[in-house]
Protein backbone atom coordinates (compact mmCIF):
# COMPACT_ATOMS: atom_id res chain seq x y z
CA UNK A 1 0.00 0.00 0.00
CA UNK A 2 2.88 2.04 0.69
CA UNK A 3 1.82 6.04 0.87
CA UNK A 4 -1.83 5.25 1.69
CA UNK A 5 -0.79 3.43 4.97
CA UNK A 6 -2.19 5.36 7.88
CA UNK A 7 -4.54 7.99 6.47
CA UNK A 8 -6.81 9.29 9.04
CA UNK A 9 -9.83 8.55 8.96
CA UNK A 10 -12.55 10.50 11.64
CA UNK A 11 -15.57 9.15 13.16
CA UNK A 12 -18.46 10.36 15.32
CA UNK A 13 -21.66 8.69 15.78
CA UNK A 14 -25.09 10.53 16.73
CA UNK A 15 -25.99 7.56 19.29
CA UNK A 16 -29.92 8.86 19.44
CA UNK A 17 -30.48 9.75 15.97
CA UNK A 18 -33.62 8.11 14.58
CA UNK A 19 -34.85 6.99 18.18
CA UNK A 20 -38.06 8.88 17.09
CA UNK A 21 -38.70 6.85 13.98
CA UNK A 22 -40.45 4.04 14.54
CA UNK A 23 -42.52 5.27 17.88
CA UNK A 24 -44.16 7.76 15.46
CA UNK A 25 -42.29 11.08 16.62
CA UNK A 26 -40.51 11.92 13.49
CA UNK A 27 -37.50 13.07 15.07
CA UNK A 28 -35.21 12.88 18.01
CA UNK A 29 -34.32 16.87 18.08
CA UNK A 30 -34.62 17.87 22.21
CA UNK A 31 -35.05 16.44 25.34
CA UNK A 32 -38.66 16.15 25.79
CA UNK A 33 -38.80 14.51 22.60
CA UNK A 34 -35.61 12.23 23.30
CA UNK A 35 -37.27 11.12 26.87
CA UNK A 36 -40.91 10.45 24.93
CA UNK A 37 -39.32 8.13 22.79
CA UNK A 38 -37.79 6.19 25.48
CA UNK A 39 -41.09 6.11 27.23
CA UNK A 40 -42.61 4.38 24.03
CA UNK A 41 -39.70 1.90 24.16
CA UNK A 42 -37.24 2.92 21.06
CA UNK A 43 -33.98 1.66 21.12
CA UNK A 44 -30.91 3.40 20.05
CA UNK A 45 -30.02 2.09 16.04
CA UNK A 46 -27.46 4.65 14.81
CA UNK A 47 -24.69 2.86 16.80
CA UNK A 48 -25.99 -0.43 15.14
CA UNK A 49 -26.32 1.03 11.43
CA UNK A 50 -22.76 2.44 12.77
CA UNK A 51 -20.83 -1.05 12.80
CA UNK A 52 -22.70 -2.28 9.67
CA UNK A 53 -20.27 0.69 7.46
CA UNK A 54 -17.22 0.13 9.89
CA UNK A 55 -17.54 -3.43 8.73
CA UNK A 56 -17.16 -2.66 5.29
CA UNK A 57 -14.01 -0.71 6.11
CA UNK A 58 -12.36 -3.42 8.38
CA UNK A 59 -10.61 -4.88 5.41
CA UNK A 60 -8.29 -1.83 4.82
CA UNK A 61 -8.01 -1.07 8.99
CA UNK A 62 -4.38 -1.99 8.84
CA UNK A 63 -3.89 1.09 6.41
CA UNK A 64 -5.79 3.72 8.45
CA UNK A 65 -6.00 5.06 12.04
CA UNK A 66 -9.22 5.20 13.03
CA UNK A 67 -9.67 8.39 15.45
CA UNK A 68 -13.42 8.88 17.49
CA UNK A 69 -14.77 9.87 20.07
CA UNK A 70 -15.50 7.94 23.78
CA UNK A 71 -18.19 5.53 24.22
CA UNK A 72 -21.19 5.17 22.34
CA UNK A 73 -20.03 8.30 20.11
CA UNK A 74 -17.68 5.80 18.19
CA UNK A 75 -15.23 3.82 20.43
CA UNK A 76 -17.81 1.24 20.98
CA UNK A 77 -18.75 0.28 17.56
CA UNK A 78 -14.84 0.49 16.01
CA UNK A 79 -13.90 -1.71 18.79
CA UNK A 80 -17.26 -4.15 18.13
CA UNK A 81 -15.29 -3.86 14.67
CA UNK A 82 -12.01 -5.00 15.50
CA UNK A 83 -10.70 -1.18 15.08
CA UNK A 84 -8.25 0.54 17.96
CA UNK A 85 -9.21 3.18 17.78
CA UNK A 86 -7.47 6.59 19.23
CA UNK A 87 -10.20 7.87 21.20
CA UNK A 88 -10.35 11.90 21.83
CA UNK A 89 -12.27 14.13 23.75
CA UNK A 90 -14.78 13.63 26.50
CA UNK A 91 -18.30 13.22 27.14
CA UNK A 92 -20.70 12.05 29.57
CA UNK A 93 -21.97 8.08 28.28
CA UNK A 94 -25.32 8.07 27.83
CA UNK A 95 -26.57 11.69 27.67
CA UNK A 96 -24.62 13.20 24.48
CA UNK A 97 -26.11 16.13 22.81
CA UNK A 98 -25.41 18.20 20.04
CA UNK A 99 -22.55 20.14 21.54
CA UNK A 100 -20.29 16.72 21.83
CA UNK A 101 -21.33 16.44 18.08
CA UNK A 102 -19.63 19.41 17.29
CA UNK A 103 -16.79 19.28 19.51
CA UNK A 104 -16.28 16.13 18.47
CA UNK A 105 -15.80 17.47 14.54
CA UNK A 106 -13.62 20.58 15.92
CA UNK A 107 -11.69 17.81 17.41
CA UNK A 108 -11.14 15.86 13.69
CA UNK A 109 -10.52 19.12 12.27
CA UNK A 110 -7.39 19.48 14.23
CA UNK A 111 -6.40 15.76 13.93
CA UNK A 112 -6.13 17.07 10.17
CA UNK A 113 -8.42 13.90 9.07
CA UNK A 114 -8.65 12.71 5.21
CA UNK A 115 -12.11 11.92 6.05
CA UNK A 116 -14.56 12.61 8.29
CA UNK A 117 -17.58 9.47 8.27
CA UNK A 118 -20.48 10.24 10.67
CA UNK A 119 -23.51 8.70 11.38
CA UNK A 120 -26.61 10.62 12.30
CA UNK A 121 -30.11 12.26 10.49
CA UNK A 122 -29.98 15.85 9.20
CA UNK A 123 -29.52 17.33 12.51
CA UNK A 124 -26.25 15.41 13.03
CA UNK A 125 -25.49 17.23 9.16
CA UNK A 126 -26.14 20.20 10.33
CA UNK A 127 -23.83 20.24 13.75
CA UNK A 128 -21.11 18.95 11.66
CA UNK A 129 -21.38 21.78 8.77
CA UNK A 130 -21.80 24.14 11.18
CA UNK A 131 -17.90 23.19 12.36
CA UNK A 132 -16.37 21.81 9.09
CA UNK A 133 -17.84 24.06 6.36
CA UNK A 134 -15.59 23.00 3.48
CA UNK A 135 -12.59 22.56 5.19
CA UNK A 136 -12.41 18.72 4.94
CA UNK A 137 -14.29 15.48 3.18
CA UNK A 138 -17.38 14.28 5.37
CA UNK A 139 -19.83 11.52 4.16
CA UNK A 140 -22.96 10.53 6.53
CA UNK A 141 -23.67 6.86 7.22
CA UNK A 142 -27.86 7.15 6.86
CA UNK A 143 -29.00 6.92 10.68
CA UNK A 144 -31.96 9.39 11.14
CA UNK A 145 -35.63 9.65 10.13
CA UNK A 146 -35.47 12.80 7.86
CA UNK A 147 -32.50 12.40 6.26
CA UNK A 148 -33.19 15.02 3.52
CA UNK A 149 -29.43 16.04 2.82
CA UNK A 150 -27.31 15.22 -0.14
CA UNK A 151 -24.20 14.37 1.83
CA UNK A 152 -25.48 10.51 2.86
CA UNK A 153 -24.47 7.70 1.64
CA UNK A 154 -27.63 5.55 -0.02
CA UNK A 155 -27.03 2.71 3.01
CA UNK A 156 -24.90 2.30 5.46
CA UNK A 157 -22.94 -0.68 3.60
CA UNK A 158 -22.43 1.81 0.90
CA UNK A 159 -20.81 4.52 3.48
CA UNK A 160 -18.38 1.62 4.45
CA UNK A 161 -17.61 0.61 0.63
CA UNK A 162 -17.47 4.70 -0.32
CA UNK A 163 -15.35 5.92 2.58
CA UNK A 164 -12.97 2.51 2.09
CA UNK A 165 -12.55 3.54 -1.69
CA UNK A 166 -12.20 7.14 -0.64
CA UNK A 167 -9.02 6.54 1.13
CA UNK A 168 -7.72 4.28 -1.20
CA UNK A 169 -8.80 7.19 -4.08
CA UNK A 170 -5.55 7.22 -5.80
CA UNK A 171 -6.49 3.60 -7.41
CA UNK A 172 -10.03 4.46 -7.09
CA UNK A 173 -10.35 7.98 -8.84
CA UNK A 174 -13.09 9.18 -6.51
CA UNK A 175 -14.21 13.07 -6.53
CA UNK A 176 -15.67 15.34 -4.07
CA UNK A 177 -18.74 17.15 -4.83
CA UNK A 178 -20.33 19.58 -3.12
CA UNK A 179 -23.51 18.25 -1.07
CA UNK A 180 -26.20 20.11 0.09
CA UNK A 181 -26.97 20.35 3.83
CA UNK A 182 -30.60 20.51 4.50
CA UNK A 183 -32.82 20.36 8.01
CA UNK A 184 -36.41 20.65 8.67
CA UNK A 185 -38.40 22.21 11.68
CA UNK A 186 -38.90 19.08 13.95
CA UNK A 187 -42.14 20.75 15.76
CA UNK A 188 -43.56 21.96 12.60
CA UNK A 189 -42.87 18.39 11.31
CA UNK A 190 -44.71 17.23 14.09
CA UNK A 191 -48.05 19.29 13.77
CA UNK A 192 -47.95 18.32 9.96
CA UNK A 193 -46.04 21.55 8.28
CA UNK A 194 -43.27 20.85 6.35
CA UNK A 195 -40.52 23.82 6.43
CA UNK A 196 -37.25 23.04 4.79
CA UNK A 197 -34.14 24.87 4.87
CA UNK A 198 -31.03 24.58 3.70
CA UNK A 199 -28.11 25.62 5.17
CA UNK A 200 -24.71 24.83 3.27
CA UNK A 201 -22.73 22.26 1.83
CA UNK A 202 -20.04 19.80 2.67
CA UNK A 203 -17.75 18.31 0.74
CA UNK A 204 -18.81 14.69 0.00
CA UNK A 205 -17.10 11.90 -2.23
CA UNK A 206 -19.15 11.18 -5.38
CA UNK A 207 -20.02 8.18 -6.34
CA UNK A 208 -23.66 7.60 -8.26
CA UNK A 209 -24.52 4.53 -7.49
CA UNK A 210 -23.48 4.74 -3.23
CA UNK A 211 -24.57 8.79 -2.59
CA UNK A 212 -28.36 10.09 -2.55
CA UNK A 213 -29.70 13.13 -3.70
CA UNK A 214 -31.33 15.63 -1.65
CA UNK A 215 -34.90 14.99 -1.01
CA UNK A 216 -37.27 16.89 -3.89
CA UNK A 217 -40.97 17.78 -3.77
CA UNK A 218 -43.70 16.62 -6.12
CA UNK A 219 -44.35 20.16 -8.20
CA UNK A 220 -47.30 22.37 -7.56
CA UNK A 221 -49.14 21.54 -11.10
CA UNK A 222 -49.30 17.81 -9.95
CA UNK A 223 -52.48 17.77 -8.44
CA UNK A 224 -54.62 16.33 -11.04
CA UNK A 225 -52.54 13.55 -11.53
CA UNK A 226 -52.54 12.63 -8.09
CA UNK A 227 -55.85 13.11 -7.87
CA UNK A 228 -55.87 10.14 -10.87
CA UNK A 229 -53.78 8.12 -8.84
CA UNK A 230 -56.11 8.43 -5.67
CA UNK A 231 -58.89 7.36 -7.81
CA UNK A 232 -57.55 4.16 -9.03
CA UNK A 233 -56.18 3.57 -5.70
CA UNK A 234 -59.82 3.79 -4.37
CA UNK A 235 -61.55 1.84 -7.32
CA UNK A 236 -59.38 -1.06 -6.15
CA UNK A 237 -59.89 -1.29 -2.73
CA UNK A 238 -61.59 -4.21 -0.74
CA UNK A 239 -63.53 -3.73 2.58
CA UNK A 240 -61.93 -7.29 3.56
CA UNK A 241 -59.00 -5.38 3.63
CA UNK A 242 -56.74 -2.74 6.30
CA UNK A 243 -55.01 -0.26 4.03
CA UNK A 244 -51.68 1.28 5.77
CA UNK A 245 -51.34 4.80 4.59
CA UNK A 246 -47.80 6.33 4.25
CA UNK A 247 -46.44 9.92 4.47
CA UNK A 248 -46.50 12.23 1.52
CA UNK A 249 -48.63 14.65 -1.08
CA UNK A 250 -49.52 12.21 -2.80
CA UNK A 251 -51.10 9.28 -0.99
CA UNK A 252 -52.71 12.14 0.91
CA UNK A 253 -54.76 12.55 -1.67
CA UNK A 254 -56.20 9.44 -1.29
CA UNK A 255 -57.76 10.36 1.86
CA UNK A 256 -58.77 13.30 0.99
CA UNK A 257 -60.91 11.88 -2.00
CA UNK A 258 -62.52 9.38 0.90
CA UNK A 259 -62.77 12.67 2.74
CA UNK A 260 -60.88 11.42 5.65
CA UNK A 261 -58.44 13.06 8.27
CA UNK A 262 -55.54 12.36 7.42
CA UNK A 263 -51.27 13.10 8.54
CA UNK A 264 -49.05 14.29 5.72
CA UNK A 265 -46.00 13.34 7.73
CA UNK A 266 -47.31 10.40 9.72
CA UNK A 267 -48.93 7.07 8.93
CA UNK A 268 -53.11 6.92 8.83
CA UNK A 269 -54.99 3.54 8.61
CA UNK A 270 -58.11 3.28 6.90
CA UNK A 271 -60.79 0.19 7.24
CA UNK A 272 -63.82 -0.21 4.73
CA UNK A 273 -62.79 3.54 3.24
CA UNK A 274 -63.29 5.17 7.08
CA UNK A 275 -60.38 6.26 9.03
CA UNK A 276 -58.80 3.40 11.39
CA UNK A 277 -55.93 5.30 12.62
CA UNK A 278 -54.48 8.15 12.75
CA UNK A 279 -50.29 9.29 12.85
CA UNK A 280 -49.62 5.34 14.07
CA UNK A 281 -46.05 4.22 15.40
CA UNK A 282 -45.03 0.57 14.98
CA UNK A 283 -46.23 -0.67 17.97
CA UNK A 284 -49.43 0.38 17.05
CA UNK A 285 -49.45 -1.00 13.58
CA UNK A 286 -48.66 -4.07 14.73
CA UNK A 287 -51.35 -4.41 17.09
CA UNK A 288 -53.81 -2.91 14.33
CA UNK A 289 -52.95 -5.63 11.86
CA UNK A 290 -53.04 -8.28 13.99
CA UNK A 291 -54.90 -11.23 12.08
CA UNK A 292 -56.46 -8.71 9.55
CA UNK A 293 -55.63 -9.00 5.35
CA UNK A 294 -53.38 -5.29 4.89
CA UNK A 295 -51.93 -3.50 2.14
CA UNK A 296 -49.42 -1.16 2.68
CA UNK A 297 -49.71 1.91 0.27
CA UNK A 298 -46.40 4.32 0.02
CA UNK A 299 -45.35 7.11 -2.15
CA UNK A 300 -41.66 7.16 -3.72
CA UNK A 301 -39.15 10.09 -2.28
CA UNK A 302 -39.34 12.70 -4.70
CA UNK A 303 -35.59 13.03 -5.94
CA UNK A 304 -33.80 10.33 -4.09
CA UNK A 305 -36.12 7.36 -4.97
CA UNK A 306 -36.63 5.60 -1.29
CA UNK A 307 -39.91 3.58 -0.80
CA UNK A 308 -38.98 2.29 2.80
CA UNK A 309 -36.43 3.76 5.05
CA UNK A 310 -36.99 7.39 5.01
CA UNK A 311 -39.58 9.08 6.72
CA UNK A 312 -41.58 5.73 7.32
CA UNK A 313 -39.70 4.08 9.68
CA UNK A 314 -42.97 3.31 11.41
CA UNK A 315 -43.63 0.82 8.72
CA UNK A 316 -41.02 -1.09 10.29
CA UNK A 317 -39.61 -4.27 8.62
CA UNK A 318 -41.88 -6.47 11.02
CA UNK A 319 -44.54 -4.69 9.74
CA UNK A 320 -43.59 -5.31 6.14
CA UNK A 321 -42.81 -9.20 6.46
CA UNK A 322 -46.55 -9.36 8.51
CA UNK A 323 -47.89 -7.41 5.51
CA UNK A 324 -45.85 -9.67 2.54
CA UNK A 325 -44.59 -8.22 -0.04
CA UNK A 326 -47.38 -8.96 -2.62
CA UNK A 327 -49.59 -6.48 -0.45
CA UNK A 328 -47.51 -3.40 -1.20
CA UNK A 329 -48.61 -1.17 -3.13
CA UNK A 330 -46.33 1.57 -4.70
CA UNK A 331 -47.78 4.63 -6.05
CA UNK A 332 -45.80 8.06 -7.85
CA UNK A 333 -46.24 10.31 -10.24
CA UNK A 334 -44.50 9.94 -13.89
CA UNK A 335 -42.39 13.22 -13.36
CA UNK A 336 -41.15 11.60 -9.79
CA UNK A 337 -40.36 8.19 -11.71
CA UNK A 338 -38.84 10.03 -14.65
CA UNK A 339 -36.54 12.33 -12.83
CA UNK A 340 -35.05 9.18 -11.20
CA UNK A 341 -33.33 8.95 -14.29
CA UNK A 342 -31.69 5.26 -14.75
CA UNK A 343 -31.62 5.15 -11.03
CA UNK A 344 -33.65 2.44 -9.24
CA UNK A 345 -35.85 2.79 -6.61
CA UNK A 346 -34.64 2.14 -2.79
CA UNK A 347 -35.01 0.25 0.12
CA UNK A 348 -33.39 0.44 3.47
CA UNK A 349 -35.47 -1.45 6.12
CA UNK A 350 -32.50 -1.84 8.47
CA UNK A 351 -33.34 -5.50 7.89
CA UNK A 352 -30.71 -7.21 4.90
CA UNK A 353 -32.84 -10.29 4.65
CA UNK A 354 -35.87 -8.57 3.89
CA UNK A 355 -34.43 -5.59 1.68
CA UNK A 356 -33.45 -8.42 -0.58
CA UNK A 357 -36.47 -10.16 -0.85
CA UNK A 358 -38.15 -6.68 -1.99
CA UNK A 359 -35.63 -6.16 -4.35
CA UNK A 360 -36.06 -6.58 -8.22
CA UNK A 361 -38.80 -5.17 -10.12
CA UNK A 362 -42.46 -3.49 -8.87
CA UNK A 363 -45.51 -2.32 -9.64
CA UNK A 364 -46.02 1.54 -9.47
CA UNK A 365 -49.42 3.26 -10.11
CA UNK A 366 -48.39 6.33 -11.99
CA UNK A 367 -52.14 7.27 -12.64
CA UNK A 368 -55.66 5.88 -13.16
CA UNK A 369 -55.61 2.76 -14.84
CA UNK A 370 -51.56 3.79 -15.49
CA UNK A 371 -48.64 1.00 -13.94
CA UNK A 372 -44.92 1.19 -14.64
CA UNK A 373 -42.39 -1.70 -13.67
CA UNK A 374 -39.40 -0.33 -12.07
CA UNK A 375 -36.32 -1.99 -10.74
CA UNK A 376 -36.31 -2.20 -6.80
CA UNK A 377 -32.73 -2.11 -5.46
CA UNK A 378 -31.16 -2.16 -1.48
Do not use: W
Not at 208 to 213: C, D, E, F, M
Amino acid sequence: MGDLEKRKLGLIVNPIAGMGGRVGLKGSDGDDILEKARQLGAEPESPGLAVTALKRINRIKDNIELITYPFEMGEDEAKECQFTPTVIGSIKRGNTTSCDTENAATEMLKSEVALLLFAGGDGTARDIYNVIGDKIPVLGIPTGVKIHSAVYATTPQNAGDLAAMYLMRELSGIRLREAEVMDIDEQAFREDRLSTRLYGYLKVPYERRLVQSAKAGSNAGEGAVMDAIACDIIEHMHDDYLYIIGPGTTTRSIMEKLGLKNTLLGIDAVYERNLAGLDLNETQLLKLIEGRKTKIIVAVIGGQGYVFGRGNQQISSKVIRKVGKDNIIVVATKNKILSLGCNPLLIDTGDDDLDKILTGYTKVITGLNERVMVRVAS
